[in-house]
């Protein structure tokens, strides 16, 4: 528009006004975030998906405990509390087995990796084994035929869901203290996304929680590379530290303020934040894997030179 008559200047009411924090960019940047957080979901559950059916068949192994704690009510106190020592038997070995579960999950995760220390799902079978014996003793009271039925409940909870990894998995041509480092490393940065994720929690604010759970999946990119190859420790450590501490303090700081205040200014900067944490992690994790490349590519030209100076003497 131009000029009013009193000499001011007209608004373009056609123009369309945008803006890091305007309403509208803020709705495209959260669709975006949740387009790209369910990407990542996808991924992550396409690791485990041979392994979940098994979790769920783990639930199955709370029914039996179930029915002789019913089974109980009614009878006499010794009977009950054997039926009730039954019982607590059969649900620590469900617990242990999905325990178990969780633990080679992880385990198959990683590129390198330690054998549980609790080799729950062995414990499990036991337990499984010495449940049934108790409760077919308790029931017949034949011994052999109560000995019996436990080594095939053990055999039939080995079949269903296995045993636990008994070997180290380490990669090839590093050593095994690089590798401990690598997964201390790791684990310590885990520790501190948990922490945000758990402290983001409590506002009960959906966006947010999308923000940080973005962030945590990136930067879980970043412990992915360096579990594959834990020489990249070096170069992504800050990052794993300095950076993720920070990240951490300027959580629970935020999150005490806005429990009290609901300020709108320190979400948008802490989300601003998290944008630009998310982008400098991305951004690394792309630099390791393009240093692996090139290192990879180096030692391609290296071998095909010498390929091609032995056929030569040949």
């Known amino acids: 528009m131009g000029p009013r008559p009193d000499g001011s200047e007209g608004c373009d009411h056609g123009k369309k006004f945008g803006g890091k924090f305007s309403p509208q960019d803020e709705h495209v940047s959260d669709i975006k975030v949740a387009i790209k957080t369910e990407a990542k979901k996808r991924k992550r559950k396409e690791r485990t998906s041979q392994t979940k059916p098994a979790g769920s068949r783990a639930n199955l192994l709370y029914l039996p405990a179930l029915i002789m704690l019913f089974r109980s009510i009614g009878d006499g106190a010794a009977d009950m509390s054997i039926s009730l020592v039954i019982s607590a ?138 579990a594959a190859d834990p020489n990249d420790l070096s170069a992504a450590r800050k990052y794993l530290t300095v950076y993720l501490e920070g990240a951490k303090e300027a959580t629970l700081r935020f999150c005490d303020l806005y429990l009290q205040s609901r300020d709108e200014k320190a979400k948008r900067d802490y989300i601003a934040l998290l944008d630009d944490l998310e982008e400098n992690f991305a951004d690394r994790t792309q630099r390791l894997l393009e240093n692996d490349k090139a290192n990879l590519n180096v030692e391609i030209e290296v071998l095909r030179e010498r390929l091609a100076e032995e056929a030569k003497k040949h």
Request: aromatic share 10%.
């Open 89 to 226: 038997i059969w649900a620590l070995g469900a617990y242990l087995t999905k325990e178990g579960i969780r633990a080679e999950i992880a385990f198959h995760e990683r590129q390198s990796a330690r054998r549980p220390a609790i080799p729950r799902k062995f414990f499990a079978a036991a337990l499984s084994g010495l449940g049934v014996a108790w409760a077919t003793y308790y029931n017949d009271g034949h011994a052999v035929a109560s000995l019996l039925y436990s080594v095939c409940a053990i055999g039939l909870h080995i079949a269903a869901f296995g045993i636990d990894p008994m070997k180290d998995k380490s990669i090839e041509g590093i050593d095994d203290f690089q590798q401990d480092r690598a997964q201390k490393a790791i684990a310590e940065a885990e520790q501190r996304l948990i922490e945000m994720s758990e402290a983001i929690r409590t506002l009960r604010d959906r966006n947010l929680s999308t923000r940080v759970h973005s962030f945590a999946e990136t930067a879980r990119d970043m412990f992915d590379r360096i």
